[in-house]
């Protein structure tokens, strides 16, 4: 019987098919998916900042593109994922305040979480198959270990598979 497990805000889990992976509440935050199509390992990270080295005393790397993806991906490679064959994608990022001025261009964290996490993705050699991000709304995801889908839900919009 497969299970929906749940990764909670700054968390990340990963697992094996049959079992599949579930985050809610990705505003500015970013849900990284990343699965190896072989082995069926798959992974979800719920990253909420871009960059651990602003922060003094960080112990929750999953907080952190730059950390909680390298995590994600270290313990998939624990679990048998192979790095080759690991492929991404993404979903979050959202403007979740209307902001103008100075403050807009500094303070759009979902911006800068989505490029923080293509550019850790780039640096590991992993693929970004697919990316939902940007825009005004929150998102809640669904991680399918079998198949690689990506599932968003959004309130008033369509279901949406990448």
Not at 18 to 24: A, F, Q, V, Y
Not at 25 to 34: M, N, P
Not at 81 to 103: C, D, P, T, Y
Not at 126 to 146: F, H, M, P
Request: net charge positive; with cysteine.
């Amino acid at each position: 019987m497969a299970q929906m497990i749940k990764v909670g805000m700054a968390d990340l889990k990963v697992c094996k098919a049959p079992d599949n992976l579930t985050t809610i509440g990705l505003g500015s935050c970013i849900g990284i998916a990343l699965y190896d199509p072989s082995t069926k390992i798959t992974g979800l990270a719920h990253i909420m900042l871009p960059d651990s080295t602003q922060i003094k005393n960080n112990t929750n790397i999953a907080k952190f593109a730059d950390t909680g993806i390298q995590k994600l991906y270290d313990d998939m490679i624990k679990m048998g994922a192979q790095k080759g064959r690991l492929v991404a994608k993404i979903a979050g990022g959202a403007k979740m305040f209307e902001l103008s001025g100075a403050a807009a261009t500094s303070i759009n964290i979902g911006e800068r979480n989505a490029q923080a996490s293509k550019d850790k993705l780039k640096q590991l050699g992993i693929k970004l198959l697919a990316s939902d991000t940007g825009l005004n709304y929150g998102r809640t995801v669904e991680l399918y270990s079998e198949t690689g889908d990506y599932v968003i839900k959004a309130v008033g919009k369509p279901v949406k598979t990448i």
